[in-house]
């Protein structure tokens, strides 16, 4: 069954955090969910982010994987996504086995990209560009090693994605203020009910 690519799903602020915020619940095992366990969202994630980052890219184009060994790749390299600034967003710093994984997976994608491709990071160049949808995770993940742009990496307390914070002060809590942000809120309203009911019939 499909669902829709929208907005709240490109919450990761980057094309690399997107990726690997395409498993929900990390660290919910009960709950956890990966949402290319249908191969269909691929090329439908794949156009969306063309649409949601272009903040980041310019206009592009993401190609998705088609074969078995693609897609292989591409999940690959989206779990080494996550170990690397999951573990950054932690405090527990770039572990030298998941950089070195992350690196190998993304030279490999990178060296399967035709010769005409253009293999700069991130830009807003006026010219189109075309990419698969791996290398460019890859990408985009590099872009994040800077110093200053891996503090800024977090983890939604709700749904457990990484996003980037690119508010001011850094004081951004959540992926999405108007979901998980709301979720929670609710959910403090809720329990404090629930205490104060218990209180009165005590």
């Not at 907005?7 to 990726?19: E, I, K, Y």
């Not at 980052?53 to 591409?74: D, T």
């Not at 749904?159 to 203020?177: A, G, I, K, V």
Request: aromatic share 8%.
């Amino acid at each position: 069954m499909t669902f829709d690519w929208n907005a709240h799903r490109f919450s990761g602020g980057v094309l690399a955090l997107d990726l690997a915020n395409t498993v929900i619940f990390r660290e919910n095992p009960e709950r956890l969910l990966d949402r290319f366990g249908d191969l269909v969202e691929l090329p439908r994630f794949a156009e969306a982010a063309a649409i949601f980052r272009i903040g980041e890219w310019g206009e592009v184009q993401f190609h998705p994987p088609l074969a078995q060994k693609g897609i292989e790749a591409l999940i690959g390299i989206r779990e080494a996504i996550n170990r690397l600034f999951r573990g950054a967003a932690r405090e527990d710093g770039l572990k030298a086995e998941h950089l070195s994984a992350f690196l190998r997976l993304g030279s490999d994608l990178v060296c399967n990209e035709p010769e005409e491709r253009d293999l700069r990071l991130p830009n807003l160049s006026e010219k189109k560009r075309e990419l698969s949808l791996g290398a460019a995770a890859f990408l985009s993940a590099i872009s994040l090693l800077e110093p200053a742009r891996l503090e800024r990496i977090k983890i939604c307390p709700n749904c457990h994605w990484l996003y980037f914070d690119e508010s001011r002060n850094r004081s951004r809590r959540w992926c999405d203020m108007n979901v998980c942000g709301n979720r929670a809120k609710a959910r403090r309203h809720y329990n404090r009910n629930v205490k104060q009911a218990g209180n009165n019939h005590a």
